[in-house]
Each structure stands twice: as C-alpha cells, then as structure tokens.
C-alpha cells in the first residue's frame, strides 16, 4: 500500500528565474571567504562551488572502496550500515571507515528495522526496533544507548516508518492470521494489526491504535500513515484514505507520556516492560472517508500543485498505463493517460519529482521523459526518440519489436535525485549478462546531459541493485543471490 505523500505531496510553484550573470567558482570562492553571508545563501553556495567542480573534465568519480557481506547494506545520509545495522560506515572521508560497531545481539534483540533521524541543531540519531518490541534511540555518531522504550507484551512489532519525515514516525506490527484450527471452528480474526505514532523531538508517544476489520471493513489488507493520511488498503484493489487528525480528536481516549504513571496501566509507568504502552486510540465507529480510489496494486500517489493523483485502473486493459486526475474532481487532466507500450520484462515506473516542482518523473527501459503539470494538462518536457536514422539521412523502420530492455541495447534502470546539486543521476546499461552501466548526470530543470561517468563493476540485470548519488560520493549496492556488496565512488581530480 503506497500512501500519499511519500513522494512530492507539498503545495509550489514552478517559477522561471530572472536572468543572471553566471559566477565562476573562484567568485565564489571569494565570496565566501568575506564571511558575510548568511547559513541558508552560504550553503547554496557551497553546494554551486561542488556542482561545478564535479562537472569539470579534470575531476572523475573513482572506485575506492568495496565490501561483501551475508546480510543485506543500507545507505543513508553519507553512512553505509552493514550486519542488519550493527556496523556502521562513514563515507566522509576518502575511503569509508568504521563509525561504530554494536555489541553482538542475540536472536531476541535483532534488529528489524530502523530510521535515521537529523534535525537541526540536534544531536542525530537512529531509531532501531528490535524483535524483542524495544525501540532504542542511538547516536547516529558513536551508536550509544540513548533511550529505550518497551512497545508491548502483546503486539508484535516489526516495521518502522515515517508520517512527517523527521517530525513523527510510526511503528507498524505484523498481520494477526488465524490459525488453521481457528479457521477449521469458523473463528474469524477481527483484528488485523496495530500501528504506534510517535513524535521524533523529543521521543514522545502519540498513541496506539488497534486496525481492525470491525471498523474498516472485511476487506481490509494493509495501511500505512503518510503526511498525516492513514491509508488503507482493501482486496477489492481500492484504497481509503483518512483523516489522522481527525481519528486522534475523536477516538482518543487519554493521553499520556513515556515514563510516567498512566492509570490504562494500573498505575505503571508508561513505555516500561513488562507492560510497555497501552493502546489508547478506540474506534466506536469508521472515520469519514476523504478519498477513495479503484486501482492496481493498491498504489496510488498524490502530489502536484494542482494537486493531482496517480493511479493505474484495476481493470486488466489498463494495464501499463498510468491515469493523472485531479484531486478535487477526479477529472482526467488533459494528455492525463500515460503508456509507453513497453514491451520488455520489466515494467515503467512513474512518480512526482521529488523537487516539488510539480513534474512527474515517467521512466521505461528506452524511455525518460518528465512531464510537466500546467493548470489541468500535462506535457512532455522530453523523450527518447523512437526512430532510427542512418548517417546519410535514411529513415530504418524496423520489421519487428524487440524487447526494450533487451540488454543488446541500452536500457535506463533507474534515476537519482540529487536535490542539493539540482542533478538527476540516471543508470544506464548495455550488454547482456554482466553489462556495462554508466550513471548519466542530468540538470534537472532542463534535462541536459552534462556528464557521464562509468562503474568499474559489470551489472547483471537478473539481480537486484541500489544506487546512491550523495554531492562526492556515489554508492552502488547489488545482491547476487544471497551475497550483497557495496562498491564506494569518490570524487577525485584525474589530470593537472
């Protein structure tokens, strides 16, 4: 179940700047070294200073680094986590070096999921659940127990996830299923799991709510939570969305603090084994619905300004395409069915620009263009061409389709945004087995080709594989089976 929100869901403007002088990097320079500007125009700076520098022909993005390992690698924010996050990596330096590494776990503490959390002006940190239903607050510098806190004796719980992004997160449990006997009896399963919402500054507990099929309906399969939507999903291929707003003002039934007496506890303290957090959000009825959406795969997205939504209809002769309609009206906007006719073995993608600009992003193997969201219509800002031209000027119409991705040919894998230096990193492959790929830096507003840099490793499309552009560092993990590894690209200068 995607929600809303999780990608570019904020209200903006796309407004074309006046015209300026352009200013070299030594003005710039120069600039900063007066000490009079501000923290937000310094940082522009720094970061136009870097654009260009890793735009120069002198300057390349060199292998310096590779890891294995028998768990799987994660990347964030300038750190590469390995053994389910016990080990971590900084990549500030020139080659990655150890940050920290945890004490071993046993199978009852594993970690199952994580978040890494910065605020300003505070101290980083990374919020780690555990299979024991403990999450911890660590330093995200030195790993330090910072804070604990005892979820429930009688929820499992599993997965971690962001509302807001860096302001209030949720913790979700596992499905209830009944057991075979249970179903044997005819004894039904009402509820289907429950979801914690917590404040990240300070770590303070928002509340429990039980998701049950009592309240939601029979059909109900997931939900996430999602710029303050709950979003459920149903298996009639619909999804619901509702007001946590709301359901916190009207179903909540006392509040309460972590680590003190609540009398829901009998007097315990609050976010303490053995009786962690009680649930504290009651459903007497189901909230209002204030949206509600037919689609494949329960995917839907919202975003734009206009606010517009994604979706792709459950029937199966919409199947590959993608329907852009008004939030207000569900009205189709204009151009607002988008299929590329892939024929290939995987599927395009498509999503809202991460930059709030109101573009989407639309990406198939021979295909990369954005659209651009203009009142109730859309346009193409660019595409691949589809036709073949020899040297003298002959048009070759081909006799019959080969597959898009057909790994003789180059094939787009995936795009990067880059939303400090304003670049779009695409991943472009060719050959078959263990081809070649290239990362191709795009502007973003323009979609000009600036620059191409390759990796040293093949790529095998039939595995699975991340790639990461953070300013001067490029990170690409793979998993060949049940192996995963890590390969770290930095910036350095080529030639005097």
Not at 47 to 76: C, H, P
Not at 263 to 279: F, N
Not at 296 to 308: C, E
Request: glycine share 6%.
């Amino acid at each position: 179940c995607h929600a809303p929100g999780q990608c570019s869901g904020s209200r903006c403007h796309l407004l074309m700047a006046p015209c300026r002088r352009r200013t070299s990097s030594t003005e710039l320079l120069s600039l900063r070294s007066t000490g009079s500007l501000q923290a937000g125009t310094l940082s522009r700076l720094n970061m136009r200073i870097l654009r260009g520098v890793i735009l120069q022909d002198s300057r390349n993005f060199i292998k310096v680094w590779s890891k294995t390992s028998k768990s799987s690698i994660a990347y964030e924010n300038g750190k590469i986590y390995f053994e389910n996050y016990q080990n971590c990596y900084s990549c500030v330096h020139s080659q990655p070096q150890v940050l920290y590494k945890l004490p071993k776990r046993s199978k009852l503490e594993k970690i199952e999921d994580a978040l890494l959390c910065q605020n300003c002006g505070v101290q980083n940190i990374l919020l780690v659940l555990t299979a024991n239903n403990f999450l911890y607050r660590l330093s995200a510098e030195t790993g330090e127990e910072l804070q604990r806190v005892y979820l429930s004796p009688h929820h499992k719980f599993r997965y971690l996830g962001w509302d807001v992004s860096q302001e209030i997160f949720y913790v979700k449990s596992i499905q209830n299923k009944a057991t075979s006997l249970a179903r044997q009896a005819g004894i039904t399963q009402d509820t289907l799991m429950h979801l914690a919402i917590f404040h990240v500054f300070p770590l303070q507990i928002v509340g429990i709510m039980e998701i049950s099929k009592k309240v939601f309906g029979n059909g109900v399969t997931d939900v996430v939570l999602s710029q303050g939507v709950l979003a459920v999903s149903y298996s009639s291929k619909s999804v619901k969305l509702y007001s946590f707003e709301h359901i916190v003002n009207k179903y909540m039934t006392k509040k309460f603090a972590l680590g003190q007496k609540s009398s829901l506890h009998g007097g315990k303290t609050v976010g303490e084994a053995p009786l962690g957090i009680p649930v504290n959000i009651h459903f007497s009825d189901c909230p209002p619905v204030l949206f509600e959406v037919s689609c494949s795969d329960n995917s839907v997205q919202i975003g734009g300004y206009p606010w517009h939504y994604i979706y792709t209809p459950p029937h199966k002769y919409h199947k590959g395409t993608h329907h852009i309609c008004s939030l207000v009206d569900s009205v189709l906007a204009t151009n607002g069915i988008q299929d590329m006719k892939c024929c290939s073995l995987e599927t395009d993608w498509i999503s809202f620009h991460p930059d709030d600009s109101g573009r989407i992003i639309h990406v198939g193997p021979k295909w990369f263009p954005k659209l651009l969201i203009h009142g109730s219509g859309f346009h193409r800002q660019q595409a691949a061409s589809q036709v073949s031209v020899t040297s003298s000027g002959r048009t070759v119409k081909r006799r019959f389709d080969l597959l898009d991705d057909d790994p003789e040919h180059e094939t787009f894998r995936m795009v990067e945004y880059e939303d400090e230096l304003d670049l779009l990193a695409v991943v472009v492959t060719e050959g078959e087995g263990e081809g070649r790929a290239e990362v191709r830096l795009h502007d973003n507003k323009s979609g000009k080709l600036l620059r191409k840099l390759h990796l040293v490793e093949p790529w095998d499309e039939t595995f699975r594989h991340e790639l990461f552009f953070d300013k001067d560092t490029i990170v690409h993990i793979e998993q060949k089976n049940n192996n995963f590894c890590c390969h770290v690209y930095k910036l350095q200068a080529t030639r005097k």
